[in-house]
């Protein structure tokens, strides 16, 4: 029945699954070796339980059992990644939301590791020091473009922050490339994991 009528539709199902789903199948073959020709069109069917006749009820009513707690375990499945399809698709709008406020408001975003000296720095927050989008702009680059009379202080700013004693706000002038003087204003908080992260004017 397999190779032969609704047994051809059924060997084309497992294909038209979706990625979740793992079609589980119990097969009832008749007593006696199989042909080759029949082992390979029931591989080809995917999660099979090949019961050979004459069996006991109870060994059929446990394997259909199983093959039905199979089934459930794959649409618990299906549930889960449908919920966190759509936690992501929130999170994604949030994020558009957020930096759609941001560029309307000129506020530049970043986040940096003071301990590892990683940053990463939106466009607007490189413009706010003279440096254009898609330019390379890290920590230390940063610090360099900070004015040496201001330096210091704001050192002294990131460390309050650090040791939790208060957010990171503190304006100060930095130098761009082309030598002008432009004043900051930097604005942030110590995270969970110990980064900083907040928005540049």
């Keep these: 029945s397999i190779l032969h009528g609704r047994g051809a539709g059924l060997a084309g199902a497992p294909h038209a699954q979706p990625p979740w789903s793992n079609l589980p199948v119990v097969v009832l073959t008749a007593a006696g070796p199989d042909s080759a020709v029949k082992v390979k069109a029931i591989l080809e069917l995917g999660d099979v339980t090949l019961l050979k006749r004459p069996l006991e009820v109870a060994t059929f009513v446990n394997a259909v059992r199983a093959a039905l707690r199979d089934r459930e375990r794959q649409y618990q499945v299906r549930d889960y990644l449908a919920e966190r399809e759509a936690v992501e698709e929130t999170l994604r709008e949030k994020d558009e939301r957020l930096r759609f406020a941001l560029e309307a408001a000129r506020l530049g975003s ?85 980064r900083m992260s907040g928005v540049s004017l």
């Design 110 to 194: 970043w986040e940096v590791d003071p301990e590892t000296g990683t940053m990463t720095c939106s466009d607007i927050c490189k413009s706010n020091y003279g440096r254009r989008p898609g330019t390379p702009f890290g920590y230390g680059d940063l610090f360099e473009a900070i004015h040496p009379d201001d330096r210091v202080r704001v050192r002294a700013a990131v460390e309050e922050a650090r040791a939790g004693r208060g957010d990171y706000d503190t304006e100060y002038r930095v130098v761009w490339p082309d030598g002008s003087v432009h004043w900051v204003l930097v604005r942030g908080r110590l995270t969970r994991d110990g």
